[in-house]
């Protein structure tokens, strides 16, 4: 018979994990009356925190908060009404809804419950509720009875759930300081759009490149790109040479960014992009409702006849222009005043019609290049530091699968 053992463990363990029903770890646990502690929302990243640090606005009965449930550190909260699959696990006191139920450990002493922390969200347990779990309206839900009635595998010594729950908390502290970092990043980006292009009204930026100075210049975007009227007529490019423009990814092949081609059987009427060249999309996002205007930096092929494509003249740098419109606000403002929104929230305006803006850019050609460099470089440390967390996460997600056992 196969022991009971994960696949990763620590050398000073050898001894094979205990099996018990969660009934006899767990119980459930009611508390009210305690309206002075802080209210307590679940989050599924987070576990347990106040709801005043949430970020959005959640709205709840004071006049009900008698009846809120008791929340100690270490114990465990299910949401009933819309279970995601996982526990949130709480490291503070305070009190939450009461159609949340509360799990705690009966034998504190013998457990960690930073170790059910983990096991609660590892991929094998996250599997297993699938089978438990059943559909309702707003998500998935698991009754207290079943959850209860789910055998578990787990070291009989705490030494090894500590050693276990330590080692896989390291692994979060890291994370969080990873997402730090990349969050300081995004918000120096946002900082340097801002200050390293003028203010409206303005002709000159609050930050600049030292060998810099002088008025920009204000002038229609037509002063620097025109259109561009080639297509793909003669089938010289296919479905593999499509490219998609997205806000996060730029223009990037289609397959390679959404895994298919989305495109007909003819692609005559496609038009043709080649490096270099400026794409307005004419397709309304959240955060850019009336489109993202962006520069081919790869190979040339071929984009949606909705699309416009123009080329740039000596006097402009195309990368300059993709980060001259980066921002949000800058793009918005520029699109706003010359694009009509017209049935099902399309954007109504011609190829030559989305030139027709005003745009303040460096006489300088050096200045923009120097610019649209140092974005360039921005960007590269952003995705680097984007691919080290998915590669974190990916390496917590392989020791959450190796270090447990599934039943």
Not at 107 to 136: A, C, M
């Amino acid at each position: 018979m196969k022991k009971r053992m994960p696949l990763n463990r620590f050398a000073t363990f050898h001894a094979e994990w205990k099996a018990s029903h969660a009934s006899d770890v767990f119980t459930e646990f009611t508390e009210k009356g305690f309206s002075e502690l802080p209210v307590l929302s679940a989050s599924q990243e987070y576990g347990m925190i106040k709801r005043d640090d949430v970020g959005i606005n959640m709205q709840y009965s004071k006049k009900n908060i008698s009846s809120y449930k008791h929340v100690l550190p270490g114990q465990f909260v299910i949401h009933l009404r819309s279970f995601q699959g996982g526990f949130a696990h709480s490291a503070m006191e305070g009190i939450t809804s009461p159609a949340y139920t509360i799990l705690s450990l009966k034998e504190p002493q013998k457990h960690n419950d930073f170790f059910w922390k983990y096991l609660l969200t590892s991929p094998k347990f996250i599997k297993r509720l699938e089978l438990v779990t059943y559909g309702i309206r707003d998500g998935r839900s698991i009754s207290v009875a079943d959850f209860l009635n789910l055998s578990f595998s787990f070291p009989s010594s705490v030494d090894e759930q500590h050693e276990i729950a330590q080692f896989i908390s390291h692994l979060d502290e890291i994370l969080t300081a990873e997402n730090k970092k990349l969050a300081r990043l995004k918000n120096f980006k946002n900082a340097s759009l801002e200050k390293m292009f003028p203010k409206k009204g303005k002709r000159s930026p609050q930050v600049r490149f030292k060998d810099f100075s002088g008025d920009w210049e204000e002038c229609k975007l037509s002063d620097y790109l025109s259109v561009c009227l080639e297509k793909n007529e003669k089938d010289q490019y296919s479905k593999y040479d499509i490219f998609s423009v997205s806000n996060d990814c730029g223009v990037i092949n289609q397959i390679k960014y959404q895994g298919k081609s989305l495109a007909g059987a003819s692609l005559k009427n496609y038009k043709v992009t080649h490096k270099d060249t400026v794409i307005y999309t004419k397709s309304p996002l959240k955060n850019q409702p009336y489109g993202i205007i962006k520069t081919n930096q790869d190979s040339s092929g071929i984009v949606s006849a909705l699309y416009a494509v123009y080329q740039t003249n000596q006097k402009v740098c195309p990368q300059f222009v993709e980060v001259y419109f980066s921002s949000d606000n800058r793009l918005n403002n520029y699109l706003r005043p010359i694009v009509n929104k017209g049935a099902k929230n399309t954007l109504l305006v011609s190829d030559e019609g989305a030139l027709s803006g005003m745009v303040v850019f460096p006489k300088d050609i050096n200045e923009q290049i120097k610019i649209a460099s140092f974005f360039n470089s921005l960007e590269k440390l952003i995705s680097t530091q984007e691919q080290r967390i998915v590669k974190l996460r990916s390496l917590k997600k392989s020791f959450l699968e190796k270090m447990f056992v599934s039943v």
